[in-house]
Every structure is written in C-alpha cells, then in structure tokens.
C-alpha cells in the first residue's frame, strides 16, 4: 500500500503527463481541473480507471466529482478516504 | 452563387471607385468565375462576381430596377423565385430575365423589406436604394452565404468573404483576442464574430440598414424550434417528413446546370441522393472522399449506396500528407479560427467536383440539428431527467450516447462516467445547461491565448438577449445552440460553402429548407425511442435505403489531425513555435505554445486526446491566419480575370 505522500507525487506525476500541463501558480493543485481546460471526458476516464487499477478504489455516481471538485488534492483525499473506509470495512 | 463586394460613404474621390472595386471583386473571384459586374455612383461602389447557374444568358449583375431607383448585388438562390414572380407578375409586374436576382430586386421594390420573409433560399446582398441614399444588407435565416461588415475611416465595406478587404487602402487585420477566446472555447466564431477587430458577419436571419450617420438593424426571421401540431400517428409524421424534403429537393433541383450530389455513405447524404434521383427522374452523379486512413473511412457504405442507386459515383481519395499539404491554401478560404481538419477533405472534394465539370451539390447538412442526430440532444435529455433515474438506467442510456467512442463503451466506463455526469446534471453555465460538458472541455485551447478573460461571456450574453430563450425545453436550447455556434460556424461556412466556393461550387441543402426544419421541430421526440437519433429520418427512409446505411448509426465525419502533422511535417514544430511569428500575433502565450507544441510532437498519437487535437488545430490555424491576413498575404495583386460590366452613375463632373 503506498503512502498518501507517495500517492500525491505520483498522482501529479501521472497527471502532468497525461494531460499536458504542469502544476503551476496558474493552475494549483487546489484548481479545479475541468475550469482550468486539463480534463476532459476521455481524460476524466483514463483518470479514473488509473487510480482504480493503483489504488484499489471502485468508483460510482456519488465518487469523486459527486462531492470534491477535481483538484489534484481533492482526488488523492478522496482515495485516501475510501481506502480508509475499505480498510475499515474488512 | 456568387461573391459580392463594395464599400460606401467613402471618404475617398469616387474617380477612383472602379479601380477599388476590380481589387476587391479580384479577390473573391473563385467564388464567380463567370462574370464580374459593378455599380458606382458618388457614394457607392458595389459589385458582383458571378457563377452562372440560373439563366445564364441575361442573368447579369448588378441589377437595377427600371426606373434606376434600386440597384442589387446579390450572392446566392432563391428556391422559390418561380412563384414570387408568378405573384409579382400577376400584380402587373414585367420581368426582363429569368433569373432569381431580378425576383429578389422586384419583390424588394414592391415588399419592401418585408419580402425577405417570403424567401426560401441561401442569400446574402446588397440593396442600394439611390433615392433614399440607404444601403441595406441582409442573410438568409440560417446563414448560408456569409457577409462581412466593416468600418474602416469613416466608410462601410462589406463583402462575401473578409479578404475583400484587403484590397480596400489602409485596411489592415488585427486579432481580437477576446473573440478568438470564445471561438477557443466553444468551436466557432460566434454569429457576429470574425475573430479580427472590427469586423462583424452580419448573422443569420438578420438586416442592417444604413442611412446617412444612423444604421438600423434587426432580425427578419427566427428559429421556429417549436414546430406546430403533430401528426396523430408516427405514419402521418413519416409522410410529413417524406412531403417536406421532397418539396424541398424539388425547389433545389432548380438549375439551368447539371446538379450532383455528395454523398458521404452516412444517412442523410444517402437520403438525399435517393430523392435527387427520385425527384430528377434519373440517378445523380455522386461525389464523396475515401480516406487512405481506416479510421476515416467510408467507402464501403458510399459503395453500397451508389451501387444502389446506381449513380454516376467518383472519389477524392485523401491522405495525411494531402490534409497536411493543403491546409494553409484551405484555411486561407476559411478565413477563421478552425478547430478540426475536417475542412480540408473538403476543399479538396468540391476541386475534384468542379475539375467533373459539376458547379452545384446537394448535401445532407443541417440533419443532424433538425432531426436531433448529436449525441449533445442525447447527452442532454439524459442530464436533464438525471435526479428521476437510478443507475442503471443512467448507464443504459449512457451506453447509447456515443457508442463511437472507447471511453463511452463498456460497463466500467458507464459506471466510472456516473461521477462526471453527474457533475454536469446541474446548470453551472446560465442558458448553456445542454454545451457545459463541450465548452468545458474547450478550455484547454483558450490556454494556448494570453488574457482571454471569460471565454464563455459572449455565449452567455447571446443566450441571454435571445427572446423566447428561456422558455425552451432543454433539448430546444441544444438545438438553438448548434444552429447558432457549430452549424453556421463551422459546418455550414468553413467546411461548406467556403471550401466549395474556392472552387466555384455551390452547395445546397435540403435538410435546412425551413419546411423541412419545422416539420422536424413537429415531430422530433415525439414518435419512437428518444436515444435513436434521427428515428423519424430512419423511418421514413428505411424502405428505400440500404439496411447498413440507415442502422448503421451515428459516425461523425472527421479528418486526420495533429499526428498527421507529426508524422509528415515535422518542421511545423519550428513554424508554430516561431518566436517571431508568436511575438507578431502578440494574442497567443508563447510559453505555452511551445510546452503544447513540444509534447504534441514528442507523444505517442495514442496520447494525444480529442482536445489536444482540437487546440493544435486552432493553434496552426491562427498562426497561418496571422500569415494570410494579419499580415496581409492573401492580398492578390493580379486584377480580375474576366472583363467587369460597369453601371456607372458617378456625377458628370467627375472624368469617365
């Protein structure tokens, strides 16, 4: 299981890459994503499916963009959280 | 079809008004080879190039009334010219050609400006009242043929296509970086928007008339999106609809040259060219575009169609390097910001079809905004009924929605996209509900701009001073938003009638006759399963057609994009990063032009998204832009090829 410091430099790693851009004073890690024109639909999926295929997490209608905005801090909370919660739940 | 151009209340000597108009007619010649003609008087200068499709013999332009009053310039067809002048002539009116331009010009003289909401066709002209002084231009309702306005040192200068302008003295382009924004982000120029300061395109379905120091300017015709009462029975909504684009295809058959078809392999094409035989009493001749590349290709289903049917059928076959080779000269005809190469295919069709000897094509564009063939109609009655639904039936519907597309088909994907729509199933964007997800994802490419402010103002401004607007069901909005954004801006001008008219083609649609179009207003969603796209058309057609064509389900036409730049035009990473070029456009930010630039050209195409492709582009087509007109190297120094017919009504004082 890899650490949430871990999870975060390597989440941004992934993301920059994939999406063509860089965590910048322009778009923050706090940004919200879809505003700032680095995720799309296809780039939304592809997101998802890598942090599922990572992390461990399934994602439905109330997951990630049902409560937190798509900032880079809110989806490594949002996975930290529902690893905890899967952890707990065993 | 033709080209017009012009300029009035100049504060230049009228002695030298037929020179200015040769240079500007010399630049939208493409557009009428046939002949060129010019009115002048003391305060206007105003003339036409004209392609010869109706009454070629006596069909001459300009054209002015008998008492010299009203003189017209005009660009385009009158579909129902032959009963307006039945109607005029049965008011006593005598007319001297045979040609729809002296329908136009009579019916003005007798209607006055009301006559434009008797006319079914695809126009743009000049109306210059000598008596009065005012100068009147108007579009057809759905923006057909273009028509640009400027103001340039006190005087008005209008035209068909913006190079016209460059031929007028001291006129210069400049981008302005807000419109260039919007048409970033939402695809297109917006309907008065050209993308350069200003400069304005007079939109769809309106007028501006300009008298002395005071202009005057409305709108004569509005999208009826609501239809009238429908049929009883889903049989009496498939005759409607079949009545319609028959009457429709007749009034279009109207020619005094040969008239072809291009069909794509997809549905409404297919329609079409079924009709244009029915109609015609005999198989059209058919054109289309067979892709080198699997992925874009048609040709199998554009085989099964013409076998058919049995039509005299020929190809363009089309590479990557030839999108890659011909872009610049395309987009030189497009005149505006483009954000897919779909246009390029295009341009390189209608060249072939005229090298065939054919100057007009019907199409089957406007089908997919009347009939509801966008996966945006679908993807917005799902998000409006979201909160009703459970999942399953979110992620059956999303399973219809663009099965096309790898990231919108499979069940982990329709469970992952709960999340992202979701999201969307809450107006965030006031007016735009439908387009949220689409302009959204337009943001990427208003990074590749420096100080784009909002991107979205514009489009929310437009929504909001649109009467009627908010009454509109969220499926009427969507469709409000296609005419108005990417059918008028893009699909209609860029990848329709500019890139035919390069070559002297004219092009003509059915599916947007506005019959046709209320007739779908009628009968949309109100037959059949709503996540079908385009049942109605699928009904009514499915008896004549091939079964592969009618099932075979949406496949948007596209074009290679960036990787084919990658892959044959490597110094393009030079040529879009160019610190001169970017220093001279001074609108983009270079910093990130060249970090997109670089990962475009070092990625795998697999990485490359859907909304890199459409910023990459934007981004090569702004700077050739830049190259064309900015600059100003779309200026033509030759002057006209054929010999310009002069009606000159300059003051006697002044030296012939």
């Known amino acids: 299981m890899k650490q949430e410091s871990e999870q975060y430099a390597e989440l941004k790693k992934y993301m920059e890459e994939q999406f063509m851009f860089e965590f910048d004073s322009e778009i923050t890690e706090d940004s919200d994503l879809f505003k700032a024109g680095v995720l799309d639909s296809f780039g939304y999926i592809s997101l998802m499916a890598h942090i599922e295929r990572e992390y461990g997490v399934k994602f439905g209608e109330d997951a990630l963009l049902g409560n937190v905005s798509a900032s880079l801090s809110g989806i490594v909370d949002f996975v930290a959280s529902a690893r905890r919660q899967t952890a707990e739940s065993r | ?656």
């Open chain 2, 1 to 656: 079809m033709c080209g017009i151009a012009g300029f009035h209340r100049s504060p230049l000597p009228a002695q030298g008004y037929r020179e200015l108009i040769d240079g500007m007619l010399a630049q939208i010649e493409h557009r009428g080879p046939d002949e060129a003609g010019c009115f002048l008087d003391d305060r206007t200068a105003m003339g036409t190039v004209r392609l010869s499709i109706i009454d070629l013999s006596s069909g001459s332009q300009p054209i002015g009334t008998p008492d010299g009053r009203y003189w017209l310039c005009y660009n385009g067809e009158l579909y129902n010219y032959r009963e307006l002048r039945a109607e005029l002539t049965r008011r006593g009116v005598a007319f001297r050609t045979e040609s729809d331009t002296e329908v136009v010009l009579t019916a003005w003289a007798t209607w006055g400006r009301s006559c434009l909401e008797r006319f079914n066709g695809a126009f743009a002209f000049a109306l210059y009242d000598t008596s009065t002084g005012e100068l009147h231009l108007a579009r057809d309702r759905f923006g057909k043929r273009p028509l640009y306005v400027a103001r340039h040192e006190g005087a008005w200068l209008f035209a068909s296509e913006m190079k016209a302008f460059l031929a007028y003295p001291g006129f210069e382009f400049d981008f302005d970086a807000q419109q260039l924004a919007s048409a970033f982000a939402t695809w297109t120029p917006l309907p008065a928007h050209s993308g350069y300061r200003g400069i304005e395109q007079l939109p769809m379905g309106e007028y501006l008339t300009i008298r002395g120091e005071e202009t005057e300017r409305g709108r004569w015709a509005a999208l009826d999106l609501a239809g009238g009462t429908p049929p009883a029975t889903e049989e009496e909504a498939v005759e409607l609809v079949r009545a319609e684009l028959e009457s429709a295809v007749d009034v279009r058959l109207r020619s005094d040259v040969e008239v072809g078809v291009y069909a794509s392999g997809g549905l409404d094409s297919s329609i079409i060219a079924h009709l244009t035989k029915e109609r015609a009493g005999l198989p059209p001749r058919t054109f289309s575009i067979e892709f080198e590349d699997a992925q874009f290709d048609e040709s199998a289903e554009q085989e099964e169609l013409t076998k058919h049917l049995g039509t005299h059928h020929s190809t363009v076959r089309v590479s990557d390097s030839d999108v890659v080779e011909t872009f610049p000269e395309a987009v030189l005809h497009a005149e505006v910001p483009v954000f897919r190469t779909a246009f390029v295919p295009m341009y390189l069709l209608a060249q072939h079809v005229r090298s065939e000897g054919i100057k007009v094509v019907l199409s089957g564009e406007g089908a997919d905004e009347a009939f509801l063939g966008y996966g945006v109609f679908k993807d917005v009655q799902l998000l409006s009924k979201w909160h009703e639904l459970d999942d399953e039936t979110r992620m059956k519907r999303m399973a219809q929605l663009y099965p096309y597309l790898s990231h919108f088909s499979g069940e982990d994907e329709h469970r992952r996209m709960l999340g992202l729509y979701r999201q969307f199933a809450e107006e965030t964007m006031p007016g735009l509900f439908s387009h949220q997800m689409r302009f959204q994802n337009g943001r990427f490419a208003v990074r590749l701009l420096k100080d784009a402010g909002d991107p979205f103002a514009a489009v929310r401004q437009l929504v909001a001073q649109e009467p009627g607007f908010a009454e509109l069901t969220p499926v009427q909005k969507a469709q409000w938003l296609e005419f108005k954004t990417l059918l008028s801006g893009y699909l209609l001008s860029t990848q329709g009638e500019r890139m035919a008219l390069a070559h002297g083609v004219e092009n003509r649609c059915p599916f947007l006759d506005p019959a046709v179009v209320r007739s779908a207003a009628t009968v949309n969603l109100r037959f059949g399963d709503p996540f079908d796209e385009k049942y109605l058309l699928k009904r009514a057609y499915e008896d004549v057609l091939p079964e592969r064509i009618v099932r075979k389900g949406k496949f948007p036409y596209r074009a290679p994009d960036s990787a084919a730049f990658v892959r044959s035009r490597p110094d393009y990473r030079d040529l879009l990063t160019d610190p001169g070029t970017l220093d001279d456009i001074g609108v983009l930010d270079a910093r990130f032009v060249r970090r997109f630039t670089d990962r475009v050209f070092d990625s795998p195409p697999e990485r490359i998204g859907t909304k890199e492709n459409q910023a990459f582009v934007l981004l090569a087509s702004t700077v050739w832009l830049h190259h064309w007109y900015v600059r100003g190297n779309a200026l033509r120094r030759a002057p006209l090829a054929v010999p310009l017919y002069v009606v000159d009504r300059r003051s006697s004082a002044l030296p012939a």
